[in-house]
């Protein structure tokens, strides 16, 4: 059994920067992506930043140059590193996993999700 826990989301001004993290715990090893999701007030969930087991990342064109995703294998995390935050970063952030080779950029390829962590941008 898979579970994603998200942290390190807040309340920033707008240039400012945020680290999320997202520790996974139970048994996921093997070849899998993982990725950041985001959901604006009022809007859908919306893709952020992917990187496929391979190292491979990939990137919303609203986040590239500014956002950074990777992760430590040995401890099992993944990170979202964002700079120059803007206003419209403002959301839930999500992380989910799916077990695979490729790089994934669709809500619904993957199959494990965490709770979410608040950002706001103002």
């Known amino acids: 059994h898979v579970q994603l826990v998200e942290s390190g989301g807040g309340s920033v001004q707008a240039g400012e920067s945020l680290r999320l993290s997202c520790t996974v715990s139970?048994?996921?090893?093997?070849?899998?992506?993982m990725a950041w999701f985001r959901q604006p007030p009022g809007k859908l969930r919306e893709w952020v930043a992917t990187i496929g087991s391979d190292g491979t990342t990939k990137y919303t064109d609203s986040v590239k140059g500014r956002f950074t995703i990777s992760k430590d294998h040995d401890k099992k995390t993944l990170f979202l590193q964002m700079t120059d935050l803007k206003p419209d970063d403002t959301g839930m952030y999500y992380c989910?996993?799916?077990?695979?080779?490729?790089?994934?950029?669709?809500?619904?390829?993957?199959?494990?999700w965490g709770q979410g962590t608040q950002v706001t941008v103002s």
């Open positions: 989910a996993a799916a077990w695979t080779s490729r790089v994934l950029t669709l809500e619904r390829d993957y199959q494990w």
């Open positions: 139970g048994y996921m090893n093997g070849v899998y992506c």
